[in-house]
């Protein structure tokens, strides 16, 4: 089996860690005024050392500074994009006693532009933390559509729809040139939309919005690949599909077949990064779709639950997506990231490390 030395590599992991209680600290003095930016970003700084440092001495390749300037994956991000302004996200309280984030609404408010750098001097410090390969994680494009559809985009700045979906995809393209000048070759885009639109209340709801389900997923394999047209020689670009994973809870359920045509055989990305750890997202037929030439990372291992997984039936499960799919076209991943939100999931800092061990095992088991 041939060594991966680009990404994704075998082994990989999504992106987002547990936040130590020293960052959490320092957020909280700084929400209450007690410490100034700078002395929080060098506190960000501290906390990045060590958790680069923690991904190499597990055996990763591919290195995030696990979102930890971050409080949430995607809003962080978006706000800073020109024309978007997004809603303060609640928790709400589901009638079996859960909590759940209410999805924010991001709003388009004028024309989208890429108004600064967004993510550069971030993956700056990043890449001088490592002589492995740097990840940046994203949030995708779609989510300034989906969350509020044709009613979430000002009708002022974009009465049709045609040069919205333009003006986001230059915006990435933007980023993507600065991340690319310095040094970036690894980008994934964090895309709970599309995987929302394999369960059937989901789908009703972009119905009631005055969306088609069933031509969503193809709109948004055309949305991405305007970005993927402007990516820089030389990177990957990989998307993540999620059904939600706000503090170890989901949102969504629902194999991939409802979109798996569109996502895998139109969709233009070198990577897919899919959640498959348990029965919420169906079986490995989907994968079907895949071309040669591309790579499904199998998200066998949760992130939700601090159980470990059982060695020899990961494998199985491998064993069982090989059939749709060449192996040499899979790698092995968590399902998420541990803390998609400040928040965290609920599961411990031991489980954490020994969980992307497990995935580190069984990749150089299967694939060498």
Known sequence: MTLRTTPPFRADHVGSFLRPKF??????????????????????????TEIVKFQEDIGLQSITDGEFRRTYFHIDFLDQLGGVKTDVPVTI?????TQ???????RVVGKVRHARDIQRADFEYLKRQTTRTPKVTIPSPTMLHFRGGRAGISKEAYPDLEPFFQDVADAYGDEL???AAAGATYVQMDDTNIAY????????A???????????????????NRVVAQKPAGMTLAVHLCRGNFKSTWAAQGGYEPVAEALLSEMNVDAYFLEYDDARSGDFRPLRFLPKGKTVVLGLVTTKLGQLEDKDAVKRRIDEAAKYVPLEQLALSPQC???STVHGNDIAVEAQRAKLQLVVEIANEVWG
């Open 23 to 48: 960052l959490l600290d320092a957020r909280e003095q700084f929400k209450q005024g007690a410490i100034t930016a700078a002395q929080l970003r060098a506190v960000e700084d501290r906390a990045i």
């Open 93 to 97: 309280v589901k009638p079996d006693g």
């Open 100 to 106: 759940e984030l209410a999805p924010p609404v991001m």
């Open 177 to 179: 040139r600065s991340l």
């Open 197 to 204: 639109l394999c369960d059937d209340k989901m789908r009703e």
């Open 206 to 224: 972009a119905r009631a919005r005055g969306d088609d389900p069933n031509e969503l997923p193809h709109r948004y394999a055309g949305f991405i």
């Open 337 to 339: 990231g541990f803390s």
